[in-house]
């Protein structure tokens, strides 16, 4: 009995534990609800900003400079003097002594104790400092990277959050249509209901609704996955939302400045551009890094001369070591033949030299490349935005009259069902085309090197 007693109490606890599992497990589980349903929303301008102070990248290239720092730094120690120091005690078995009698002379004692300060300067080290000269130029290198970086992520950023506007309209007018389509269901339910109508009709505008529903979702999935994209950007362990679209205007009057520059005949941006992108800085700045270590490559046949420096003491004194002394050396090393190292580092320099300007001529034919496309695009995305829009005005006030026939009865129910997906689909077409024209502009400054512009914050 006691134990069938004890069963039951521990079912009974059992079961409470259980119970309060499933209530902390609940309880979990809409916390975490909570904290997904939280999203950030952002501006364009902050969202950009805000990529370019939390971007993981940049930390990368931060680190890239100081790890060329360092480097420097090491170059830079081969050519200054050292000082170095050094205490020996030698512990013999007995005193090592030379001659008998009178003649005796200590040469090693028992407990020995010397040491010694030694100073060292390069005097003649053409090679070293050559290399000191060589790190400063990968320093600039590292940062120039760093501003090429932080254009990739202020780029990747406003892509991102035009991804996430656009996605947004997306889904607001797949919102607008299944209103519209819902409406038209009930509409039809209710001449079914009033013996008004036929099945047929409620069946095809159910059908309508339901595909807008579809429509919708498949909308709002594209949006989550663009809100996502954007937080891996900011650093941001969760989604972010991007509103406030921008307006990009400085991208229509730098293609007014290429249209007249180009019918004109005078400067062109497309000349400008080594000055304005980082990344055809960054291929200069490694073309010239490149043809210095070229220019240097004479100091590796010079010979290199030091002097040091070195007092020191010896307790005992010896016969050929006194107590105190010091000593100064000179010592001059020439490499007459090497097997033909530097020979072959040579042409491996000039090899990797032609690389490079052939890379940084590449760029260059590719940038001023970019710009011309971009402004084509440009110039036909508004062409066509304009069209789309004008279509789906149109579409919205067909949709809507030809709803009025059909409640007056001089229509049927196809004609609706036609006229709400024609302004459906104009009204997503008139919304790619704003964000294709949006997206033309962001592509145009961005060819052209004007985005992140130097006077914004994230410039």
Known sequence: MGGLGGRIRR?????????????????????????????????????????????????????????????????????????????NYTRLDNDR????????????????????????????????????????????????????????????????????????RLVDVSERAEKTALAHFEYASQRLGGGVGNRLDAVRAESELELTRSQRALSQAALVRSREALGVLLAADQSVDCRDAPSLQAADQLADELRQASESGHTSPLDELAHFRSDLRLWQARAWASARVIRHGWTDFLPQLSVSFAPFFQDPPSIVQPQLGWQARFDFSWSLFDGGLRYGIRSERWVLHRQIKTNQQIAQLQARSDVRSALSTLLSASVAQAAAQRAAQRSEEASLLSMRAYRAGISNNLAVIDAERRARDAATAATQAEDATRQARLE?????????????PHG
Do not use: Y
């Open 11 to 87: 079912g009974r606890r059992g079961g409470l534990a259980l119970l309060c599992g499933l209530w902390l497990g609940v309880s979990a589980s809409a916390a975490w609800a909570t904290s997904g349903a939280e999203r950030t929303v952002l501006s364009f301008e902050q969202a950009v900003s805000l990529a370019l102070s939390r971007n993981l990248s940049l930390r990368t290239a931060q680190l890239e400079i100081e790890r060329a720092q360092a480097l420097l730094q090491q170059a830079r120690a081969a050519s200054l003097p050292t000082l170095n120091m050094s205490l």
């Open 97 to 168: 002594i030379l001659g008998s009698g009178d003649m005796q002379r200590l040469v090693a004692g028992a407990n020995q104790t010397s040491g010694n300060v030694t100073v060292s300067l390069p005097i003649l080290a053409p090679a070293r400092w050559a290399s000191f000269l060589h790190a400063q130029d990968n320093r600039r290198v590292a940062e120039i990277s760093q501003m090429d970086v932080r254009r990739l992520v202020a780029v990747s950023a406003a892509r991102a959050c035009l991804s996430v506007i656009a996605q947004s």
């Open 444 to 456: 145009l400054l961005i060819a052209a090197g004007r985005f992140p512009s130097k006077e914004s």
